[in-house]
């Protein structure tokens, strides 16, 4: 029996295109109800239309483009209830991931958590949301990653996009100084091996953003 296996770069180039283009929605780049077309992005990322054809695709399963069958695809507004919705399972999520995780933290991990609140507060004060969303997920990825659940990595992996335009939106103002005050309340039930506080924290974190949602 013959395998039939993809070329390694195709996948590679797909997923390339994927990251730039979401990018790209996320920071406003391409604003809500712009129609996007594979021949132009093809152009613009110097790549063929198939990568950004699946990556349009994608993005359309991930709810930030919505496509209608032989006509146009277009960026999606911010839908409040899908939002809520996103948010909601993504929060079930993180409680999982940090109920599981705080027992097996290590040492090392809780430096991350700590140096990443840092990087996180000094790009909230100068008012860096794409800093400040990358050290955020720097923050909350120890817990996922050390809770070992591969399920739980991939389920927030899934759903953080469609909440990714009102977290930015959340980190890109005063109120956003909170967030350090929140993380520095988990990191330290983290420490103190306390599951069920850094679970109650770890809700009122997502809470905010549902009710920003709103």
């Excluded at 994927?18 to 077309?37: C, K, Q």
Aim: charged share 30%; net charge negative.
């Amino acid at each position: 029996m013959s395998v039939v296996l993809e070329p390694v770069g195709r996948p590679l180039l797909r997923d390339t295109a994927h990251r730039l283009i979401r990018e790209a929605i996320v920071r406003g780049d391409i604003p809500p109800g712009t129609v996007v077309r594979d021949a132009q992005l093809a152009e613009q990322l110097g790549l063929s239309r198939a990568p950004v054809r699946d990556a349009l695709a994608r993005l359309a399963d991930e709810g930030l483009v919505k496509t209608k069958p032989q006509s146009h695809t277009r960026v999606t507004p911010i839908d409040a209830a899908e939002v809520r919705d996103a948010a909601a399972v993504v929060r079930a999520m993180h409680e999982l991931a940090a109920r599981t995780a705080v027992p097996l933290l290590t040492a090392e991990q809780l430096t991350a958590m700590t140096e990443a609140n840092r990087r996180f507060a000094a790009a909230v004060r100068a008012a860096d949301a794409d800093a400040a969303l990358d050290a955020d997920d720097e923050l909350h990825d120890v817990l996922v990653r050390a809770c070992g659940n591969r399920a739980v990595a991939a389920t927030i992996g899934r759903y953080t996009p469609l909440i990714r335009r009102l977290e930015r939106l959340r980190f890109s103002v005063p109120a956003a100084r909170d967030s350090v005050t929140l993380h520095e309340r988990l990191i330290e039930a983290c420490r103190a091996g306390a599951a069920d506080e850094a679970v109650r924290v770890t809700t009122e974190i997502w809470h905010e953003l549902e009710q920003l949602a709103d």
